[in-house]
């Protein structure tokens, strides 16, 4: 490794302070992972909760402290841990963590380039992340406990101490944090459009970038666009909690004290926090759809079915991602016309996303499918996307969404379409790019042995909770005890833990397959999937500038999968156009 | 007793994977090739298999469900717009249903299908414009039809029309209770803000302002069935959601801001508890409830708070009762008016 390297470089600047973005990438991975188990163990706690809402729990006791005296969860922790579980998994491993990861590891080498336009801004975008995955943990340990208004974080709740102790010390944390990591986001993505516009190899035309650089290019775009708006209402609510501002707050009396704030509007931060909220899910979901775009044709030998509509529905959807913020605002008096144009945007979404759906079941007809545990998640996302993608057309119609808004239906719903989506495409795109990234190969029965668990447990966990949603359940209730007529689906709470400890559990054998295998793993060939694309040119052992010499110039699409023509089932995207592929177009 | 299971059967199940893994390790050292990390048309097969089964396993899950737990259907609605939501429901569900049983066949069948083999080649496609212009026009036509329906829907229960005027009731929220104000015989509110609360007057409602001596303060919700009702919504502290889901009502509560909801209760209590659908429920809910030692429940509407509001947002509920004129106006009668209570 230190053989070819162009400079002399010091543990610090190799493994710490790197800015080699396939380092970076790894450094993302790994953080995001560590957040990962954070926000799933803090998943099991409450499920345990809410199974079994009588039993005392010794680990409660040991894991939470005074707030789990005697085993029993307090309702304050209980909030708590569904805020930050809901904060960890949306932002630090759906978003930093995934498309940290694969936008830093892809984009340079499926483009051509010797790495991002700034290394120094990629580094300090991790660092900025680093420093804010940090700071949230340590929210946890304040004595007030961590922010506790859900992950929404909705004023006045999320303004007054008053009003649930979270939103003392551990509020501050939060927003501290997330500011940070608003910061990563945006060096990240800044980072990534000018990378993708200006160092594209010889003849790497857009219309020849693989799906992935697609996906990961609206992606950034629409971070740019929307997490400045969150920013701004992070900033409102800091100047609202410690400056005596009344952005969010008006007309206040809480835990006895009248409050001096007036002429604020809390659901001006509903409108802001949904800008950025709603491209926020397709920030999560539009990268995993693009790594299972590259691993599903690979892995079929077959070209992905409809390049040009895959790209249009891409760029479709973060349009209209922009101008459906209000579905999450039905109920909150909003004026009703406004609530029709935005279940006319909404439900607009379904077209595009079915467009994408069925391109993806016809790239796999007639193929070849390699059934390997990257693409065995990918077939997992699509069947995900399509259960979850479903019952929008319910939520997304603001007549219906009356009656199943905050109840576990959208629970049910945004866990399946974007959480298991995204985490899916997380888990092809790390089994997938595995060699790549540490030059060794992941045990397949390992992978097989994690996806099928995962995979059963998960639709075991959210796909009864639609049912408990149209029963009327509320969600962020720390028991449904206090009301008889929710007793007959205590039996499905439990079903539903069991599935998420067996799913939790599920993921150590990746825990162990991932380290064991980045460790003492096969050593991997250059390219072990026989893919078209640029990244599986570069040597096995990472290079800084990734080629040892010229970057190779790209002659054609990534998709010639089982070419009529051809003598193997895979025409790499550096060999150059034969006289009889002139002549037939393409 | 239970955890100490729990935790066994953990301890076994990361045993049992470590012994699996090792297993998996000393048979790929013994075979001393790539075969634990290549995958082979072997691998291709059981896979594929096993996706078919899961499609089979999967829709079985889902029959189970719906026959277990309940159709696909809303609980019994108790209000005159609900049924109007409830066929659209039914209808948008139906969409659903179709979709999804006919995209998950086709994926893992596919899966199942086309699973790889090394005598065969795929077939190169790229692209069909005629497929794509179908499944784009499918989803579209059907959208079109959903989001008509839909926004009809929405615009007769936000606007609906009303021969009489509805009777005008404040429901007020703060952590972690509410109460209802009804408007009195004028039928008009009096003003009210957090900066008059004061004593008895824990709405904050104004003594100076007229209309507010024949207010009448209760801490539950008495509707009478068939006349039309205008809730009108109001914080103390944090943002509360007034969710009445027998009703199909919901609207959040905001402080400094005043939300409201028209509606007309089409069942009373009585009526409701006799609905089979609800009998059966009470029914197996009681049994439950016996075998824990239980007090048994008769079923009542109920308020509900669905916005997170602090620690006890879980039991932040009111009674709600539905019943006939006579018996409201009679009731009505029995309470305190504003004046009278100061």
Same mark, same amino acid.
């Given at each position: 490794?230190?053989?070819?390297?162009?400079?002399?470089?010091?543990?610090?600047?190799?493994?710490?302070?790197?800015?080699?973005?396939?380092?970076?990438?790894?450094?993302?991975?790994?953080?995001?992972?560590?957040?990962?188990?954070?926000?799933?163990?803090?998943?099991?706690?409450?499920?345990?909760?809410?199974?079994?809402?009588?039993?005392?729990?010794?680990?409660?006791?040991?894991?939470?402290?005074?707030?789990?005296?005697?085993?029993?969860?307090?309702?304050?922790?209980?909030?708590?841990?569904?805020?930050?579980?809901?904060?960890?998994?949306?932002?630090?491993?759906?978003?930093?963590?995934?498309?940290?990861?694969?936008?830093?590891?892809?984009?340079?080498?499926?483009?051509?380039?010797?790495?991002?336009?700034?290394?120094?801004?990629?580094?300090?975008?991790?660092?900025?992340?680093?420093?804010?995955?940090?700071?949230?943990?340590?929210?946890?340990?304040?004595?007030?406990?961590?922010?506790?208004?859900?992950?929404?974080?909705?004023?006045?709740?999320?303004?007054?101490?008053?009003?649930?102790?979270?939103?003392?010390?551990?509020?501050?944390?939060?927003?501290?944090?997330?500011?940070?990591?608003?910061?990563?986001?945006?060096?990240?993505?800044?980072?990534?459009?000018?990378?993708?516009?200006?160092?594209?190899?010889?003849?790497?035309?857009?219309?020849?970038?693989?799906?992935?650089?697609?996906?990961?290019?609206?992606?950034?775009?629409?971070?740019?666009?929307?997490?400045?708006?969150?920013?701004?209402?992070?900033?409102?609510?800091?100047?609202?909690?410690?400056?005596?501002?009344?952005?969010?707050?008006?007309?206040?009396?809480?835990?006895?004290?009248?409050?001096?704030?007036?002429?604020?509007?809390?659901?001006?931060?509903?409108?802001?926090?949904?800008?950025?909220?709603?491209?926020?899910?397709?920030?999560?979901?539009?990268?995993?759809?693009?790594?299972?775009?590259?691993?599903?044709?690979?892995?079929?030998?077959?070209?992905?079915?409809?390049?040009?509509?895959?790209?249009?529905?891409?760029?479709?959807?973060?349009?209209?991602?922009?101008?459906?913020?209000?579905?999450?605002?039905?109920?909150?008096?909003?004026?009703?016309?406004?609530?029709?144009?935005?279940?006319?945007?909404?439900?607009?979404?379904?077209?595009?996303?079915?467009?994408?759906?069925?391109?993806?079941?016809?790239?796999?007809?007639?193929?070849?499918?390699?059934?390997?545990?990257?693409?065995?998640?990918?077939?997992?996302?699509?069947?995900?996307?399509?259960?979850?993608?479903?019952?929008?057309?319910?939520?997304?119609?603001?007549?219906?969404?009356?009656?199943?808004?905050?109840?576990?239906?959208?629970?049910?719903?945004?866990?399946?379409?974007?959480?298991?989506?995204?985490?899916?495409?997380?888990?092809?795109?790390?089994?997938?790019?595995?060699?790549?990234?540490?030059?060794?190969?992941?045990?397949?029965?390992?992978?097989?042995?994690?996806?099928?668990?995962?995979?059963?447990?998960?639709?075991?966990?959210?796909?009864?909770?639609?049912?408990?949603?149209?029963?009327?359940?509320?969600?962020?209730?720390?028991?449904?005890?206090?009301?008889?007529?929710?007793?007959?689906?205590?039996?499905?709470?439990?079903?539903?833990?069991?599935?998420?400890?067996?799913?939790?559990?599920?993921?150590?054998?990746?825990?162990?397959?991932?380290?064991?295998?980045?460790?003492?793993?096969?050593?991997?060939?250059?390219?072990?999937?026989?893919?078209?694309?640029?990244?599986?040119?570069?040597?096995?052992?990472?290079?800084?500038?990734?080629?040892?010499?010229?970057?190779?110039?790209?002659?054609?699409?990534?998709?010639?999968?089982?070419?009529?023509?051809?003598?193997?089932?895979?025409?790499?995207?550096?060999?150059?156009?034969?006289?009889?592929?002139?002549?037939?177009?393409? | 007793?239970?955890?100490?299971?729990?935790?066994?059967?953990?301890?076994?199940?990361?045993?049992?994977?470590?012994?699996?893994?090792?297993?998996?390790?000393?048979?790929?050292?013994?075979?001393?090739?790539?075969?634990?990390?290549?995958?082979?048309?072997?691998?291709?097969?059981?896979?594929?298999?096993?996706?078919?089964?899961?499609?089979?396993?999967?829709?079985?899950?889902?029959?189970?469900?719906?026959?277990?737990?309940?159709?696909?259907?809303?609980?019994?609605?108790?209000?005159?717009?609900?049924?109007?939501?409830?066929?659209?429901?039914?209808?948008?569900?139906?969409?659903?249903?179709?979709?999804?049983?006919?995209?998950?066949?086709?994926?893992?069948?596919?899966?199942?299908?086309?699973?790889?083999?090394?005598?065969?080649?795929?077939?190169?496609?790229?692209?069909?414009?005629?497929?794509?212009?179908?499944?784009?026009?499918?989803?579209?036509?059907?959208?079109?039809?959903?989001?008509?329906?839909?926004?009809?829907?929405?615009?007769?229960?936000?606007?609906?029309?009303?021969?009489?005027?509805?009777?005008?009731?404040?429901?007020?929220?703060?952590?972690?209770?509410?109460?209802?104000?009804?408007?009195?015989?004028?039928?008009?509110?009096?003003?009210?803000?957090?900066?008059?609360?004061?004593?008895?007057?824990?709405?904050?409602?104004?003594?100076?302002?007229?209309?507010?001596?024949?207010?009448?303060?209760?801490?539950?919700?008495?509707?009478?069935?068939?006349?039309?009702?205008?809730?009108?919504?109001?914080?103390?502290?944090?943002?509360?959601?007034?969710?009445?889901?027998?009703?199909?009502?919901? &609207?959040?509560?905001?402080?400094?801001?005043?939300?409201?909801?028209?509606?007309?209760?089409?069942?009373?209590?009585?009526?409701?508890?006799?609905?089979?659908?609800?009998?059966?429920?009470?029914?197996?809910?009681?049994?439950?409830?016996?075998?824990?030692?239980?007090?048994?429940?008769?079923?009542?509407?109920?308020?509900?708070?669905?916005?997170?509001?602090?620690?006890?947002?879980?039991? &932040?509920?009111?009674?709600?009762?539905?019943?006939?004129?006579?018996?409201?106006?009679?009731?009505?009668?029995?309470?305190?008016?504003?004046?009278?209570?100061?």
């Amino acid at each position: 490794m230190e053989a070819h390297a162009h400079h002399k470089e010091t543990f610090i600047t190799k493994y710490v302070f790197s800015t080699d973005h396939k380092m970076i990438a790894k450094q993302f991975l790994i953080t995001g992972m560590i957040m990962g188990i954070v926000g799933v163990a803090m998943s099991l706690l409450f499920r345990l909760q809410l199974a079994w809402p009588d039993k005392q729990w010794p680990i409660l006791e040991a894991l939470l402290g005074k707030w789990g005296t005697d085993g029993i969860m307090d309702p304050n922790i209980y909030l708590a841990l569904v805020t930050i579980h809901g904060t960890i998994m949306v932002f630090f491993v759906l978003t930093a963590g995934l498309s940290g990861t694969f936008s830093n590891l892809l984009i340079p080498l499926q483009i051509g380039a010797r790495d991002m336009a700034s290394g120094f801004i990629n580094m300090l975008s991790y660092w900025f992340f680093f420093a804010s995955s940090v700071i949230m943990l340590i929210s946890l340990f304040v004595e007030s406990g961590p922010a506790s208004a859900g992950w929404t974080i909705y004023p006045p709740l999320s303004a007054l101490p008053q009003a649930i102790p979270g939103s003392g010390a551990g509020m501050t944390l939060w927003l501290v944090s997330m500011s940070l990591f608003i910061v990563s986001s945006l060096l990240g993505a800044l980072n990534y459009i000018v990378t993708i516009l200006n160092l594209r190899t010889k003849g790497m035309s857009m219309t020849r970038l693989p799906l992935t650089i697609w996906a990961f290019f609206v992606t950034a775009i629409l971070g740019v666009l929307s997490f400045p708006v969150l920013f701004s209402a992070a900033l409102l609510l800091i100047f609202d909690r410690s400056f005596g501002t009344s952005f969010y707050l008006s007309d206040i009396m809480v835990a006895g004290e009248l409050l001096q704030n007036q002429g604020g509007s809390p659901i001006l931060f509903q409108h802001l926090f949904w800008f950025l909220g709603h491209p926020e899910v397709y920030i999560i979901l539009l990268p995993a759809l693009g790594i299972s775009s590259e691993v599903i044709s690979t892995n079929a030998r077959k070209p992905i079915f409809g390049y040009r509509a895959m790209v249009g529905s891409i760029m479709a959807i973060a349009f209209l991602s922009f101008i459906v913020w209000g579905h999450h605002m039905f109920v909150t008096g909003m004026n009703p016309f406004l609530g029709s144009v935005f279940t006319f945007t909404t439900l607009l979404i379904a077209i595009p996303s079915a467009v994408k759906a069925f391109n993806y079941i016809t790239t796999l007809w007639k193929g070849n499918l390699q059934m390997t545990p990257g693409m065995m998640f990918s077939i997992g996302l699509v069947s995900t996307f399509i259960t979850g993608g479903l019952t929008g057309l319910i939520l997304g119609d603001s007549a219906l969404d009356i009656n199943v808004h905050d109840t576990y239906f959208v629970v049910g719903h945004f866990h399946i379409v974007m959480g298991l989506s995204a985490i899916f495409g997380l888990f092809a795109g790390v089994y997938h790019w595995f060699p790549k990234l540490f030059g060794r190969r992941m045990n397949k029965n390992l992978g097989f042995i994690h996806f099928w668990v995962t995979f059963i447990a998960a639709y075991g966990v959210f796909f009864p909770m639609h049912f408990l949603g149209m029963a009327g359940l509320p969600r962020r209730y720390y028991t449904n005890t206090a009301f008889p007529m929710f007793d007959d689906l205590a039996d499905i709470n439990v079903l539903i833990s069991y599935f998420a400890i067996i799913g939790g559990i599920a993921q150590l054998v990746f825990l162990y397959n991932f380290f064991y295998s980045a460790l003492r793993g096969k050593k991997a060939e250059q390219n072990p999937w026989r893919s078209n694309t640029l990244e599986w040119t570069t040597p096995v052992e990472h290079i800084h500038g990734n080629w040892p010499g010229e970057i190779p110039a790209v002659h054609r699409w990534p998709y010639d999968y089982s070419k009529p023509g051809a003598e193997e089932d895979f025409v790499p995207q550096i060999v150059p156009m034969s006289d009889d592929e002139m002549a037939g177009g393409h | 007793m239970e955890t100490l299971l729990i935790i066994v059967i953990a301890l076994l199940a990361i045993a049992a994977l470590t012994q699996a893994v090792r297993i998996f390790e000393i048979s790929s050292q013994i075979k001393n090739s790539d075969s634990d990390v290549k995958v082979d048309d072997r691998d291709n097969n059981t896979q594929g298999w096993l996706m078919l089964l899961f499609i089979i396993f999967f829709f079985g899950a889902f029959a189970w469900q719906i026959a277990a737990y309940m159709d696909l259907t809303l609980p019994q609605s108790a209000s005159e717009h609900g049924s109007d939501i409830d066929s659209l429901w039914d209808i948008s569900m139906a969409v659903i249903v179709v979709a999804f049983l006919v995209t998950q066949p086709l994926l893992f069948g596919f899966a199942f299908r086309f699973r790889g083999n090394k005598n065969r080649k795929a077939t190169y496609m790229e692209h069909n414009n005629k497929l794509e212009l179908f499944w784009t026009g499918i989803p579209a036509v059907i959208l079109a039809g959903l989001i008509l329906y839909g926004l009809t829907t929405w615009s007769n229960v936000m606007n609906p029309v009303n021969e009489e005027e509805p009777m005008v009731i404040e429901l007020y929220a703060k952590q972690f209770g509410w109460q209802a104000r009804y408007a009195g015989s004028d039928n008009q509110l009096g003003y009210a803000n957090v900066r008059l609360i004061e004593g008895v007057n824990t709405l904050g409602v104004d003594p100076g302002d007229k209309a507010s001596a024949n207010d009448v303060i209760s801490n539950e919700l008495r509707l009478p069935k068939g006349r039309a009702v205008l809730l009108k919504f109001r914080s103390q502290d944090v943002i509360h959601s007034a969710y009445l889901p027998h009703f199909r009502v919901q &609207m959040n509560c905001v402080p400094g801001t005043q939300t409201q909801f028209q509606f007309t209760p089409s069942m009373t209590t009585t009526e409701m508890r006799q609905d089979p659908e609800v009998v059966e429920k009470v029914k197996r809910i009681n049994g439950l409830r016996a075998e824990r030692g239980e007090d048994p429940w008769e079923f009542d509407y109920v308020l509900l708070c669905n916005k997170i509001c602090g620690s006890a947002h879980y039991n &932040m509920q009111m009674k709600v009762v539905v019943e006939e004129q006579e018996d409201f106006d009679k009731w009505m009668k029995e309470q305190q008016t504003f004046a009278e209570m100061l």
